[in-house]
């Protein structure tokens, strides 16, 4: 008898273990975390997760079909027919207990730190990790202090410095862009998807070299010549850029650092106006309902998101920019591989 007793307590014991297994799970911020319910594979589970020392209902899965007990409006959470918790887009906030009826799960959420190094004097774009859409804070570390630099959502941004030279700024794909970087500007810059540590270079410093994932760095091809007039004298400046599908481009107007510049392009042998910038304000010629198009102070021409109908000849007061746009595997600016 005693030992059927025994055998009693050791089975309660095993089942006990089983019920409050505890998996760790480890993500970087800006990926997909899948959370497994211990071995269940299938039946009803509802996730919860413990808040503020609260348990909180996430959702319930059934064969197959979810039934969400929060809101979720960006629909970062789902779950299927295996029982397992899905998040997408994980950030710090995430991280903590979650619990299922077949497991807790410890979830870390890890920060993804990009390296990029700029030259002195050039307009750097700063990519949010993988996040694409907001709201997103950038913030800087100085001495040791968080200090936010903007927010932007939806193509707003809002600033909490003050920056009389309109050297900051962001569009819809949330990147930092910083015009005219210097020396002072190289440091640690935080968002809600990545960390970026930013270096500059000075006179013989490496130009526009691309953010990684701690991967790999690749250059940009961006190359200038001279044209000459029959006199022998130098006319114009002809650079010729090279940028991969999908990528963040700043053109330069060559060697003019103020305005006002207007930007066009050459479409079917026609002058097709872009923008006009003068004093970090710009006037657009075109309809742009992407808002793809955008210029600051320097006077550049930005363009998001470029694509291979991009291609071809732009001309601004000071230059003329010869760009090309390729895809696959090629070395190019502001590109995050």
Known sequence: ?????FLCLLLCGFLHMINSETLHV???EGRIAVLHCGRLTNGKVTWSRDTNGQRVDILTTHNGQTTKHITDPDRRYSSGANLALTIYRVSQSDAGRYDCSGATVELSVTEETLHQTEKEGNTVALKCGRLTKGPVTWSRDTNGQRVDILTTH???TTKHIADPDRRYGSQADLALIIVRVSQS???RYDCS???VELSVTSGTGQPSTT???QRRTTKATETATATESSSGGTTRETLHQ???????????CGRLTKGPVTWSRDTNGQRVDILTTHNGQTTKHITDPDRRYGSRKDPV??????????AGRYDCSGATVELSVTEGKCESLYSLQ
């Open 242 to 252: 090279t940028e991969k599908e999908g990528n963040t481009v700043a053109l330069k």
């Open 211 to 213: 953010p990684t994932a």
């Open 154 to 156: 939806n193509g707003e």
């Open 301 to 310: 021409l930005i363009i998001y998101g470029v694509s291979q109908s991009d």
């Open 185 to 187: 500007d190289a440091g």
């Open 26 to 28: 480890s993500q970087t």
């Open 193 to 195: 998807g990545a960390t």
């Open 1 to 5: 008898m005693e030992c059927v007793g």
